[in-house]
Nanobody, 130 residues
Framework: KVKLVESGGGSVQSGGSLNLSCIVS?????????AGWFRQAPGKQREGVAA???????????KYAGSVKGRFTVSRDRAENVLYLHMTSLKSEDTATYYC???????????????????WGQGTQVTVSS
């Protein structure tokens, strides 16, 4: 059974940094899946933040939402099956519950669309105060 567990959320002042982690388990074989970070603020739809494609097929290509490009970095530890999100220059509008997600499709990452991902973590809260 695929399981995703996020950690690393918290509260930070505007301009600060936070690192999120997501341990992915349950995929057969190695790390041949797409994985990404999504967020949902109260009253808003879940949106894509950043994602990385499977090493096989996409060569680990990454995608970022325009609102976070240049500030956030997504990466994965292939040996440990951990997905990371390094967030810098945080703004109040980054406040949301952040979810990691994964899907066996190597190109599921490409659209940054939540509907393309099958497995989800429970979410971790990020609060940025101005």
């Amino acid at each position: 059974k695929v399981k995703l567990v996020e950690s690393g959320g918290g509260s930070v002042q505007s301009g600060g940094s936070l690192n999120l982690s997501c341990i992915v388990s349950g995929y057969d074989g190695d790390y041949s899946y797409s994985a990404g970070w999504f967020r949902q603020a109260p009253g808003k739809q879940r949106e894509g933040v950043a994602a990385v494609g499977a090493p096989v097929g996409s060569n680990g290509d990454t995608k970022y939402a325009g609102s976070v490009k240049g500030r956030f970095t997504v990466s994965r530890d292939r040996a440990e099956n951990v997905l990371y999100l390094h967030m810098t220059s945080l703004k109040s509008e980054d406040t949301a519950t952040y979810y990691c997600a994964a899907d066996i499709a190597p190109f599921a990452y490409f659209r940054l669309d939540p509907s393309d991902f099958t497995h989800w973590g429970q979410g971790t809260q990020v609060t940025v105060s101005s």
